[in-house]
């Protein structure tokens, strides 16, 4: 009799504990939309022999502005050698991405330089 009245309280307190629900685990199955800005090289800045610094200014809106940094960007300064091969110079326009997210739980919004050219989509 004991184990029985045991194993009904067992049965009671597991049937009485709510299930939390399971958190949405970071990342994975993400969608954006993307939309496309340019990003102007304003100024190259030599910071040795072999490397230099692009400064960059992004216009998104007449509103909305951003100075971005090649280093920053790319975590190291460019080569003077990829510099001269692909002809980069001041005036030149470069793809700046902003990713806002439409489903899933990953980083909400992103900013992604790409050292690839700017095309107006209009």
């Not at 194993?7 to 685990?25: D, E, N, R, Y």
């Not at 990003?39 to 030599?46: G, P, Q, S, Y």
């Not at 509103?63 to 460019?78: A, G, K, M, P």
């Amino acid at each position: 009799m004991k184990q029985h009245i045991l194993l009904i309280a067992v049965i009671l307190l597991i049937a009485s504990c709510k299930q939390k629900p399971q958190p949405i685990p970071d990342g994975g199955d993400c969608a954006y939309k993307t939309t496309n800005y340019p990003a102007t090289i304003i100024e190259i800045t030599a910071t040795d022999s072999a490397h230099s610094e692009l400064t960059l200014v992004a216009v998104m809106d007449s509103n909305r502005t951003d100075t971005l940094y090649y280093s920053q960007q790319f975590s190291t300064y460019i080569t003077n050698e990829e510099l001269v091969n692909k002809n980069i110079k001041q005036g030149d326009r470069w793809n700046y991405q902003y990713k806002q997210i439409i489903s899933g739980s990953c980083t909400p919004d992103i900013y992604v330089l790409t050292n690839q050219p700017y095309s107006d989509p209009n």
